[in-house]
């Protein structure tokens, strides 16, 4: 017989009606030629040996018997149509009866039907009815036959009566009893029908899912595998299916190549469910690789015993990829792709080893960061920070460990490198990062370093060193390195906007005559021409478009424009050589009434050099060409201090620039 299969379940559509007509076939052949072949037999041996008849009068009834018992037989092999088959059973069983009634009667008399009785039995096999009423109605007429020819007998009427009222009541029996059997029969049909839409329903919940689904019985036989399965493993499903489960799934350790164990050998070894390891391979039929990760699970039957495992799997390339991002992000700078500080801090400690001695290590700070953030935005910074990498990367060895541990710090660690090497390598460093410039500015690092030698030293302690060592460096170097940044910035500003030159060397002058008018020493002389002239550098954060813009100017684009005394005060005030010029400029837009920006200082509260520079700004822009204002004459613009003077402009300084810079009676 055929081995049931969970796959021939799921081909199945309906239920196969003509494989039950089939089996109802192959049970009434066994019955009916069991039957008739035993009573052949039986009928000659009774007849000639117990009644000794003529065997000539014996053998042809019994004869036909048997060819009858050998037809069924034969019936069952050679024909295909099951209905057919059953409509031969139906005339071979009633010219049984017939034969037996007319060739026996007079022998065994009412025992012929009991013979009738077991043929309509056999009858009751079949779900269709009309097996059962072609037996039904031979045997009625065969009653009716025999009642016929034996009515000489005594007390007939009361036999016969009897064997009516037993035939009625067999028959209701056999028909109440065939009504079981078929309300049976349509019980476990439906029920039948309910489990296969269930199974249906599984099947396409399979096939949709995502993931791939592998089943296999208790051998490790695959019963289904679903589309997605296929398509991983390169197997189709009629290729697949009847396959052992380690032919079809291939897998092998990424690094190590090695085979991996079958989690499905593992369900069946351990009895519960099983993970595939990190780091798996699924080798494909066409030898395709995708790392896939799987869960495999035990099947199990009423008795909780494991008749399978089923395997639920999916391609895990974009999540490693996703895994790869994310460990990358977490070791690597997200700006340069150099190593950050957590991994440079791991690093530093599986470094510390004596075979990896000497062991330096090299700090390095870019000088200026903020000041060039600050004067032409984040961009150029990162602009900066960038070319800085790329210099580091360019020049160390591919086996350094170089990390960019702050906005503008950098670490290099040299396994195996003395502190001769260190600093040829630093200069090195140097000179591939002075080759450019950022914004017209010279790029600037400064650099320290420090070598461990002996095993008893402290790692902590030599990168303690090397920062100090670079942070020396940095304050004999930074003074002078800010200061040509600023005035770098400030070139920069001429170059975006022209007028500002010119503009800004007219206002120095100015503030240089009103502090000769209050007879300043030749120091604050100094100062205060310097503030004048570099009062406006904070603009150069500011929008070209918005510097030359023709028009008068938007609320937005004024907003900016009132930001540039704070962006001033950001630049200068990381030099100490301007960080009184920083004070001034912060507030060269304060107004003696108080309404003045940024923070609206108010008389004596605004520093006097600021208040200098006011006056000297606002009397410069009056009488120069401005893209927003027209040009005053010089009578004009000294008519506008006069009425300004008390509320924009402090009344003792404007006193001071008209008459004594200007010439003008007050």
């Not at 069991?34 to 000659?44: D, N």
Request: charged share 25%; hydrophobic share 45%; glycine share 6%.
């Amino acid at each position: 017989m055929k081995r049931f299969k969970f796959s021939d379940l799921i081909s199945s559509n309906t239920f196969d009606k003509n494989e039950n007509l089939k089996s109802e076939n192959r049970l009434a052949c066994i019955f009916g030629s069991l039957l008739m072949i035993t009573g052949s037999i039986a009928s000659f041996i009774s007849l000639y040996y117990i009644m000794h008849e003529n065997i000539s009068d014996t053998w042809p009834g019994s004869l036909i018997m048997f060819i009858m018992g050998i037809a069924l037989i034969i019936i069952l092999r050679l024909l295909k149509n099951e209905n057919t088959k059953m409509h031969l059973f139906a005339a071979i069983f009633a010219a049984y009866l017939i034969l037996v009634v007319l060739q026996y009667y007079s022998y065994i008399g009412p025992a012929v039907w009991t013979i009738s009785l077991t043929i309509t039995m056999i009858s009751i096999l079949y779900g269709k009815k009309r097996m059962l009423f072609i037996i039904a109605s031979t045997i009625t007429l065969l009653v009716i036959y025999s009642a016929y020819k034996n009515i000489g007998l005594d007390m007939w009427e009361f036999y016969y009566a009897a064997q009516v009222v037993t035939l009625i009541i067999i028959f209701i029996v056999i028909r109440s009893i065939h009504s079981i059997i078929l309300n049976r029969a349509n019980k476990i049909h439906e029920q039948y029908n309910e489990i296969y839409k269930s199974e249906e329903k599984l099947n396409l919940t399979l096939r949709s899912v995502g993931d791939g689904v592998i089943t296999v019985d208790a051998k490790g036989i695959i019963e289904f595998i679903n589309p997605v399965g296929q398509n991983l493993t390169g197997w189709f499903k009629e290729e697949g299916v009847g396959e052992s489960f380690e032919n079809v799934f291939k897998i092998v350790n990424e690094y190590t190549r090695e085979k991996v164990e079958s989690p499905v050998a593992l369900v069946f070894e351990k009895k519960q469910i099983i993970e595939l390891a990190n780091h798996t391979i699924l080798i494909s039929k066409n030898g395709k690789e995708k790392p896939v990760e799987d869960t495999a699970a035990p099947i199990l039957d009423k008795s909780g015993n494991i008749s399978g495992a089923v395997l639920v799997f999916r391609d895990f390339s974009e999540k490693k990829e996703k895994q790869k991002r994310i460990e990358y992000l977490s070791y690597h700078d997200q700006l340069t792709g150099l190593y950050n500080r957590r991994f440079f801090e791991e690093e530093l400690i599986r470094l510390d080893t004596k075979r990896n001695l000497p062991l330096s290590i090299i700090y390095a700070d870019v000088n200026g960061l903020k000041i060039i953030n600050d004067a032409f935005g984040h961009e150029r910074g990162d602009e900066l920070i960038q070319w800085v990498a790329d210099a580091l990367k360019t020049i160390c060895r591919s086996d350094d460990i170089i990390a960019r541990i702050g906005g503008d710090e950098f670490v290099i660690l040299l396994p195996g490198t003395d502190a001769v090497s260190a600093e040829k390598l630093a200069i090195r460093i140097i000179e591939k990062i002075e080759q450019r410039k950022i914004a017209d500015i010279n790029i600037s690092v400064s650099f320290g370093w420090d070598t461990k030698n002996e095993d008893d030293q402290l790692i902590l302690d030599i990168l303690k060193n090397a920062e100090d060592s670079m942070y020396q460096k940095k304050l004999l170097n930074s003074t002078s390195n800010r200061s040509g940044i600023i005035r770098a910035i400030h070139s920069a500003l001429f170059i975006k906007c022209l007028r500002e030159e010119v503009h800004s060397k007219r206002v120095g002058a100015i503030c240089k005559q009103i502090g000769q008018a209050y007879q300043l020493n030749a120091d604050e002389m100094k100062e205060l021409t310097a503030a004048g002239e570099l009062h406006d550098i904070g603009k150069i954060a500011i929008d070209e478009a918005i510097l030359n813009k023709p028009g008068s100017l938007s609320k937005s684009e004024w907003a900016q424009i009132k930001h540039h005394p704070e962006t001033g005060y950001r630049l200068l005030s990381t030099d100490k050589e301007f960080i009184n010029i920083a004070e001034y400029i912060f507030a060269h837009h304060e107004r003696w009434d108080g309404i003045g920006y940024p923070k609206g200082l108010k008389g004596e509260a605004i520093n006097w050099q600021a208040r200098v520079i006011a006056l000297a700004e606002a009397y410069d822009a009056m009488t120069s060409e401005c893209p927003y204002r027209s040009v005053l004459s010089k009578e004009q613009a000294i008519a506008e201090i006069k009425k300004n003077s008390g509320t924009q402009f402090d009344p003792e300084i404007a006193q001071v620039f008209l008459e004594k810079v200007l010439g003008i009676a007050w």
